[in-house]
């Protein structure tokens, strides 16, 4: 094999190397989202049962946002 064509076995290797790391921070990301969207969701029906269990006309303007 000639340098000339080591070079470019060798540069592309480290694009596809590049490119799957890349696809696999994505997947990562992507799973970060779930998780978060997950623990959002168990706090919003958490807000939602304890406002639940207040007395009648109580509870009306429970700040899930803080």
Partial sequence: MSE???VIA?????MRSAAT???MQ???VKQNAKADQA???MLQQS?????ATL????GGNLDITA
């Fill in 4 to 6: 000339m064509s080591t």
């Fill in 10 to 14: 060798q540069s592309m290797i480290s």
């Fill in 21 to 23: 790391q890349q696809t």
């Fill in 26 to 28: 994505l997947e990562m």
């Fill in 39 to 41: 623990l959002v969701s």
């Fill in 47 to 51: 807000a939602e049962q304890q406002k």
């Fill in 55 to 58: 007395p009648a006309g109580q």
